[in-house]
């Protein structure tokens, strides 16, 4: 089942439509210029003028599947909107080319829609813009629209600019500052609302990317500090979740490291800012709080281990857990030995206490049982379990 499970998850979903995104631009790319682009069976159903733009429309297309690759990785919902969206035009794309390099793209486009269909509820996260970015976005929309309509309107008065192509081309290479002089203003009237449109192109591209980039640094900032600390997590699937950090937890972490995909959740800030800078994925917040196991995915987990040297809190921990996944396997670490017994009715289905272990392993060693000290060793790590 649970085999199944990644098969059918979101990482086999986001690598399919990554292979498509890139076949896509690939394809795109190598139609780019060829003379008769489209030559399959929707050769007839094709407009002259549209055959020639295939190359470039299905690069664009390849480029906004990889935008669409990052959304998905975020769970956002919208990016699963536009996959099921763009997934098709690429199979159409690709059947209208109908050449041997086209071939696999329509198989894999055709092959990653039931996939991004089902795990539709793996994307439920919404795109939380802020005032500043609703409004750079709102700016840098407006100004292409009025540049757009104002060249049109005054196509007259500009060399070059005779449809509504020409006037979207002259405004984006005017409010970016491009200028290829192709198309020229010739009069007052239109030198003076090409000065409009540079303006209010600079100024919303300008405020656009601050939007943009300056999260990015907060969060770059906010990450080496231990503070960011969710790495994708609604993405995780048939995982580990490790509940607060202790010293039982590093052996917990090295064994886990490279085999298991796995998170620890820990209220400490420094512990946070080291795990973060071993590449281990962390959230800073209290383990027995409901918000950050959903943010951990615990539905989705294979299990989860509480080992910290605080009983108390690793039983709240486990109430808690148990309380939003109840098929959840949970193994606990028990400090004191008269805890074991009430780790076990928190709701621990296994509860390893390392005192009574090493105790018993200390007593049997000094009655002379030789194959105690070869099993202790084993459990350090400093002996092969092939030796």
């Not at 929707?42 to 959304?71: C, E, R, S």
């Not at 590093?250 to 071993?278: C, H, K, M, Y």
Request: hydrophobic share 45%; charged share 15%.
């Amino acid at each position: 089942m649970a085999s199944r499970r990644v098969l059918l998850g979101t990482r086999v979903t986001v690598l399919l439509v990554t292979v498509v995104a890139l076949l896509s631009v690939a394809t795109g790319i190598l139609y780019i210029g060829v003379s008769d682009p489209v030559s399959g069976p929707l050769d007839a159903y094709v407009p002259p003028g549209v055959d020639q733009a295939v190359g470039f429309t299905g690069a664009l297309t390849g480029f906004l599947m990889l935008a669409n690759v990052f959304g998905l990785r975020r769970g956002l919902r919208v990016a699963w909107y536009t996959t099921v969206f763009l997934l098709p035009v690429t199979a159409i794309q690709g059947l209208a080319q109908s050449s041997p390099y086209s071939y696999p793209l329509i198989v894999l486009s055709v092959l990653s829609l039931p996939f991004v269909l089902l795990n539709y509820h793996r994307f439920d996260r919404t795109i939380d813009l802020s005032t500043t970015q609703l409004a750079a976005t709102a700016a840098l929309v407006g100004t292409m629209v009025y540049g757009t309509a104002g060249t049109y309107r005054l196509r007259g008065d500009f060399a070059n600019v005779d449809t509504i192509l020409d006037a979207v081309y002259y405004t984006i290479v005017t409010a970016s500052t491009v200028g290829y002089g192709d198309a020229i203003p010739e009069t007052q009237k239109a030198r003076l609302f090409s000065i409009s449109v540079l303006i209010l192109g600079v100024a919303s591209f300008t405020l656009a990317l601050g939007s943009l980039l300056g999260p990015a640094i907060e969060a770059r900032f906010a990450h080496a500090l231990g503070t960011m600390t969710e790495r994708q997590l609604e993405l995780l699937e048939d995982h580990v979740i490790v509940l607060g950090y202790g010293d039982l937890t590093e052996p917990i972490i090295e064994e886990l490291s490279g085999s298991t995909p796995f998170v620890v959740i820990t209220p400490d800030q420094d512990a946070a800012a080291q795990l973060n800078a071993r590449d281990i994925a962390v959230l800073s917040a209290d383990p027995s709080d409901e918000e950050p196991l959903h943010r951990a995915s615990i539905e989705d987990a294979r299990a989860v281990v509480a080992a910290t040297n605080n009983d108390a809190n690793d039983a709240l921990s486990i109430l808690t857990a148990k309380s939003l996944n109840a098929d959840v396997r949970v193994v606990a670490g028990a400090t004191d030995r008269e805890n074991i017994e009430k780790l076990r009715r928190a709701g621990a289905d296994t509860v390893i206490s390392p005192m009574v272990i090493g105790g018993h392993l200390l007593v049997e060693s000094a009655l002379g049982d030789d194959d105690v000290e070869s099993l202790a060793g084993q459990l350090s790590g400093d002996v092969d379990a092939d030796d």
